[in-house]
């Protein structure tokens, strides 16, 4: 019996060392579970900032475009002007072809006897 109570005695202490190991893996797995929900935690943390950041990309973006845009009809409106311009530029010096500016010196000496009255005269027939 006494042979018997050394057993119980033996295997209640390896039970206790057997419960006290299984306590220590058990408390280990929680802590290492904590660590992980921290990481995931910080995981979607930093994906949400990250999904922000793309949303702000992407607006960005859509407002370069629509700037580009904008300068390109921009451009091409102001090409036509050009074009227009030129065009009249190119009527309006045909047209003024046709006078013939002078100096006041330059007139003088072309019309040595004229007076101011001849001035008013030419400058009326004109």
Do not use: C, H, K, Y
Not at 7 to 35: D, L, P
Not at 84 to 110: C, D, I, K, M, N
Request: aromatic share 0%.
């Amino acid at each position: 019996m006494r042979a018997l109570v050394l057993a119980s005695r033996e295997e209640a202490r390896a039970g206790g060392v057997i419960v006290a190991q299984t306590s220590e893996a058990i408390g280990a797995v929680v802590e290492a579970s904590g660590r992980l929900t921290a990481l995931v935690r910080e995981i979607a943390r930093a994906s949400r900032e990250q999904a922000l950041g793309v949303d702000e990309v992407n607006r960005a973006l859509g407002l370069l475009d629509a700037a580009t845009q904008s300068n390109a009809r921009l451009a091409e409106a102001s090409a036509v002007d050009a074009g227009a311009l030129a065009q009249e530029a190119e009527t309006l010096r045909g047209a003024v072809s046709r006078f013939s500016v002078r100096s006041p010196r330059e007139e003088a000496r072309l019309l040595p006897e004229a007076g101011p009255a001849r001035l008013v005269l030419a400058a009326g027939a004109a």
